[in-house]
């Protein structure tokens, strides 16, 4: 095997193209073998196989450095950078992260799990190397879904004003997760149909000499291409096609499948862990397709995730043109939502919580100032979901909930959510963003509250001494502290859904005074800036004493679950041993 003996890049430069070709091969086999058994970025990483050889043939890295955008396509980087065993061995599959990371090696240069980056990020090192007197090449990777992405257009738009070494690869294999989105991708088809020689060109109009590869997974065209650019001295851009999935025709055929697997039959391609029934997202799609058939202004919103909604390619064709995908621009899908209210549609934006993120001055500035009435759906906004480090679903509830005007609320059911997504669309007062509970969808009863009525909290046993005000995740745990607390100590405690994140139940509250000694919450979630420091700072000239429960402010990585939430007193035995304490 070429692969074992892989120590760093001066091993690809001994190759010849025909044993660059069969490490190509090999390289694929440990990919399709770890990805069945581990999963994975699967699409992205067997389409760079071949540009990753020879880019690491033809520059010097880490003096020469790469920066790879989103990370989906840095899996073969890992491999040709001392870190094979992680790919080719089982026992050493956790040894690395799904992206880039300096700490795993000095080939790698930023810590990078969100999109449209890398050309900002290698415009930066490039001053900061034109600064110190430096020669090295910089290399920035992206793919043509990422173009779409705000910082990649404005990173492109600066690069010229380099006027030194800067090499963008632009890796187009013609699709996003989904399918792209968006009229720069006219110019990118045409650049493909016309082997880069049209005259309209976007890598030129913003000023960057241009390089075409029509064969994105031929070696020597790859390595020909590479030589060509290396120690430029004017920003270029490389535009190579490659093919999403190539080498496994399941991922061939159906490349927004295959973007990103669970460990699968590499026979069959069928997984190993079926999704089955309802969650969050199909229920959300079925009650959208049905409510935009009741009413033409209803319009579902997405930037490239259209199945954290639910939409997977059939729904979205049933949807037609009420349901939209601007590509990865989570900034004009919140700008977009607040134009379409204000002009009496109905938008309702779905996105993920580490996502949500890119957006917040949209949030405030073009939707919340302005009072629109959009609904925003946040999904994996939970301890409980994505574990690394760039795609944490912790921070939504600090950002979002101190943002004026935004009502904010957390269902803890399919039912309370269906009704909250239905109060929203119909209302057209407040924007509205609406908290996806973490872990499997729980049924419930059936709802008659009136979310109209804001910041009114629902109060599910009455007690005394203690009450739990537990929000949305956790108002299941808040149950179980509940029930130890009474077991052990007799006390009956007052167990409170708060709904909302974004306000307090000024009234529920001052009444708890009258009897009670201790009021704790519970939030899925960072404490700072929390929803539960709201509740402290209410009762902070009283004398009731309020435990805060959540999570420490810090960036976790590929984390246990069970761990963190014991590290951060998160069990129903923690909790109950804290109360008791305090009202000893």
């Known amino acids: 095997m070429y692969l074992e003996k892989i120590q760093g890049p001066k091993d690809v430069k001994k190759l010849n193209v025909n044993e660059m070709q069969e490490l190509a091969v090999e390289m694929r086999k440990a990919l399709l073998t770890k990805l069945s058994k581990h999963g994975g970025h699967?699409?992205?990483?067997?389409?760079?196989?071949?540009?990753?050889?020879?880019?690491?043939?033809?520059?010097?890295?880490?003096?020469?450095?790469?920066?790879?955008?989103?990370?989906?396509?840095?899996?073969?980087?890992?491999?040709?950078?001392g870190r094979k065993d992680a790919f080719l061995y089982e026992e050493h599959y956790d040894d690395v992260s799904g992206y880039s990371e300096p700490d795993e090696s000095a080939h790698d240069h930023f810590i990078i799990g969100h999109t449209s980056t890398s050309v900002s990020l290698a415009c930066g090192l490039a001053k900061g190397r034109d600064l110190c007197g430096g020669k090295e090449n910089v290399i920035a990777v992206i793919g043509d879904g990422s173009l779409s992405g705000g910082e990649a257009l404005e990173g492109l738009d600066y690069a010229s004003e380099l006027k030194s070494n800067l090499i963008i690869v632009i890796?187009?294999?013609?699709?996003?997760?989904?399918?792209?989105?968006?009229?720069?991708?006219?110019?990118?088809?045409?650049?493909?149909?016309?082997?880069?020689?049209?005259?309209?060109?976007?890598?030129?109009?913003?000023?960057l000499d241009y390089v075409f590869v029509k064969d994105g997974n031929d070696i020597q065209q790859l390595i020909d291409a590479f030589t060509q650019v290396k120690d430029s001295t004017i920003p270029v851009a490389v535009h190579i096609c490659t093919q999403k999935g190539k080498g496994y025709a399941p991922a061939e055929e159906h490349k927004e499948q295959w973007h990103y697997c669970a460990p699968f039959n590499i026979e069959t391609g069928e997984s190993l862990y079926p999704m089955g029934g309802e969650d969050y997202s199909s229920v959300t799609a079925d009650y959208l397709l049905k409510k935009m058939k009741e009413d033409p202004k209803v319009v579902a919103i997405t930037s490239a995730t259209p199945t954290v909604m639910g939409f997977t390619e059939d729904k979205r064709k049933e949807a037609g043109s009420q349901f939209v995908d601007v590509?990865?621009?989570?900034?004009?899908?919140?700008?977009?939502?607040?134009?379409?209210?204000?002009?009496?549609?109905?938008?309702?934006?779905?996105?993920?919580?580490?996502?949500?993120?890119?957006t917040y001055d949209q949030l405030s500035q073009d939707l919340c100032i302005n009072n629109n009435a959009a609904t925003i759906v946040v999904y994996a906004g939970t301890v409980f979901g994505m574990n690394d480090v760039t795609h944490l679903g912790l921070y939504d509830i600090s950002m979002m909930a101190n943002i004026p005007n935004l009502v904010g609320i957390a269902p803890t059911t399919k039912q309370e959510y269906l009704a909250m997504l239905d109060w929203s669309i119909e209302q057209n007062v407040y924007p509205v963003c609406i908290r996806i509970p973490g872990g499997a969808m729980e049924e419930g009863e059936a709802v008659?509250?009136?979310?109209?009525?804001?910041?009114?909290?629902?109060?599910?046993?009455?007690?005394?001494?203690?009450?739990?005000?537990?929000?949305?995740?956790?108002?299941g745990l808040g149950k179980e502290v509940a029930a130890n607390l009474e077991k052990k100590t007799g006390t009956v405690a007052t167990v409170i859904n708060p709904v909302y994140y974004s306000g307090i139940d000024t009234g529920m509250l001052e009444s708890l005074k009258a009897d009670h000694d201790v009021v704790i919450t519970i939030e899925d979630g960072i404490l700072d800036g929390g929803f539960g420091e709201k509740i402290t700072r209410f009762?902070?000239?009283?004398?009731?004493?309020?435990?805060?429960?959540?999570?420490?402010?810090?960036f976790l990585d590929r984390y246990d679950v069970q761990e963190v939430l014991t590290d951060n007193h998160l069990t129903k035995d923690q909790i109950v041993a804290d109360i008791t304490e305090v009202l000893a």
Do not use: W
């Open 42 to 81: 699967f699409g992205p990483n067997f389409g760079m196989v071949e540009a990753t050889i020879a880019m690491h043939y033809v520059f010097d890295s880490p003096k020469d450095k790469i920066v790879y955008d989103v990370s989906h396509q840095s899996y073969p980087h890992k491999m040709l950078t």
């Open 171 to 207: 890796n187009d294999n013609d699709m996003s997760i989904a399918e792209n989105h968006g009229g720069l991708y006219q110019n990118l088809k045409l650049l493909r149909d016309t082997d880069g020689k049209a005259e309209c060109n976007l890598f030129k109009a913003m000023g």
């Open 327 to 358: 590509g990865i621009a989570e900034e004009t899908a919140v700008a977009l939502a607040s134009g379409i209210a204000k002009n009496g549609g109905k938008p309702v934006y779905g996105v993920y919580s580490s996502f949500v993120q890119r």
């Open 448 to 475: 008659t509250k009136d979310y109209s009525k804001l910041n009114t909290y629902e109060m599910l046993q009455k007690g005394s001494r203690v009450a739990i005000v537990a929000l949305g995740t956790f108002l």
């Open 539 to 554: 009762y902070g000239n009283s004398n009731m004493k309020v435990l805060n429960f959540g999570l420490k402010k810090e």
